[in-house]
């Protein structure tokens, strides 16, 4: 007879890899046949992985720890933190960070790494992955998620790509979103009617002050 297949399998999150941090730093357990509506769970850290979520505002000489359930930048330490980036040491300044509690490093590491992640913690100490921070934009005191504009706009049914960037003038020093995006199919769309439509999807602050229609979008080599 076939063995019995066993009543859960081990899922490592491939949510939050990291080569910085020896590949791995987190996991979640999931039971076989089980339909979590926690989609962007990240699990909870393996153990020689300590996981920070900090408020992204605060001074990086002493950040905040964010509470649950609210977001922040994943921050990661332990023995399996890198030491930097060969060869780019204004790269490893950047994302490798003085451990500001060094009474919590037991690996002796000396560094914190800054993933870029948006994240947050669950009640019950599990972390909910949300985009990267740096595809979020301050504009006029809101805090806007790029791809959130993007997700909504390729909703429309003649639109096949998009893209949201923020502007800044030169003259003014005003910033705006501008919104890229091309056409589906032979039907008609110009970029008011798109921008209308965009206006009964999201709020006022989301929708870009200027559309622009491209025969296709610029890509690079990859």
């Known amino acids: 007879m076939p063995p019995t297949p066993a009543?859960?399998?081990?899922?490592?999150?491939?949510?939050?890899?990291?080569?910085?941090?020896?590949i791995w730093a987190t996991r979640r357990v999931v039971a076989r046949g089980e339909h979590s509506?926690?989609?962007a769970s990240i699990g909870?850290?393996?153990p020689n992985v300590t996981c920070y979520i900090i408020d992204p505002e605060s001074d990086l000489s002493a950040p905040r720890f964010q509470p649950k359930g609210v977001f922040g930048e994943l921050w990661l330490g332990g023995m399996q933190v890198a030491r930097g980036y060969l060869k780019r040491p204004e790269k490893t300044a950047e994302a490798f960070v003085p451990?500001?509690?060094p009474q919590a490093d037991l690996s002796g590491r000396g560094v914190v790494y800054r993933t870029g992640a948006r994240a947050r913690w669950y009640a019950d100490g599990e972390i909910e992955f949300g985009?990267?921070?740096?595809?979020?934009?301050k504009l006029r005191g809101q805090r806007i998620e790029l791809g959130e504009i993007e997700s909504r706009l390729m909703q429309h049914n003649n639109v096949k790509e998009c893209c949201v960037v923020c502007k800044e003038t030169e003259s003014v020093r005003d910033k705006f979103l501008v919104?890229?995006?091309?056409?589906?199919?032979?039907?008609?769309?110009?970029?008011d009617d798109l921008g209308a439509w965009l206006n009964t999807q999201l709020p006022d602050y989301m929708i870009p002050k200027v559309f622009m229609q491209l025969p296709k979008l610029p890509v690079n080599a990859n």
């Open 179 to 191: 919104g890229y995006w091309t056409l589906a199919g032979k039907e008609h769309l110009n970029s």
């Open 131 to 137: 985009g990267r921070i740096d595809f979020q934009v």
């Open 44 to 46: 909870r850290p393996l």
């Open 7 to 22: 009543p859960y399998a081990i899922c490592l999150s491939l949510l939050l890899r990291p080569t910085e941090v020896a």
């Open 37 to 39: 509506r926690r989609l």
């Open 99 to 101: 451990h500001p509690w």
